[in-house]
């Protein structure tokens, strides 16, 4: 697959705290590997966690890298994670479509982001995903959905930054000056995990 066809997902990884009503952590891995991760591939599209990047130094760049250059992106928004907040607003700055939020049932969108079109999964009380096949659909059909209007040039922006400063003349930075290796590590981080 192309790097074009690359779904960076921006999520926590492993158990974490929930700050909301509910259960008292979330399992993001399980989130991942049983919702998130086949609904990408559904869509024909690769999916990669920043968790599952080889490279080598400094760990922001292939981050950044792939936060500009990632044509699609699904965006974990439960518990209200910090840095998964700071690389969503990083996302909207360069990227005007093409990034799917979702976000558990046990969890509240904060002002900012609330009136974003944000996809509802199912957690249970223990924290884990909730077995509903209809997520698993649903994510898959929404980055269907945003493949097939890029195709026909008639994407919508998800971006609130390009939605709303666009009459006043904001069209984000020019990532085609970009110099980057991001490709090199991606097909090789793909040749890892389906050798292993």
Not at 144 to 150: A, G, L, N, P, S
Request: one cysteine or more.
């Amino acid at each position: 697959m192309a790097e074009s066809d690359t779904c960076f997902v921006l999520m926590p990884f492993g158990r974490k705290a929930n700050p909301f009503p509910g259960p008292s952590q979330i399992d993001f891995d399980g989130v991942y590997e049983k919702n998130i991760e086949p609904a990408v591939r559904s869509a024909n599209l690769r999916p990669l966690r920043a968790d599952q990047e080889i490279s080598s130094g400094l760990i922001h760049l292939a981050m950044f890298e792939r936060l500009l250059l990632c044509e699609y992106a699904v965006v974990d928004l439960t518990t209200a994670n910090p840095n998964v907040y700071y690389e969503l607003g990083v996302r909207h700055a360069v990227r005007p479509w093409s990034t799917v939020l979702i976000c558990g049932n046990k969890s509240r969108l904060p002002f900012d982001i609330e009136l974003s079109r944000a996809y509802l999964y199912a957690i249970d009380d223990e924290g884990s995903l909730s077995s509903r096949e209809g997520d698993v659909r649903e994510i898959g059909t929404r980055l269907e959905d945003v493949r097939r209007r890029r195709g026909s040039n008639q994407v919508m922006e998800d971006s609130p930054l390009f939605t709303l400063l666009r009459q006043q003349g904001y069209d984000g930075p020019d990532l085609t000056k970009l110099q980057t290796k991001v490709r090199d590590r991606g097909e090789a981080c793909e040749e890892l995990r389906t050798s292993s």
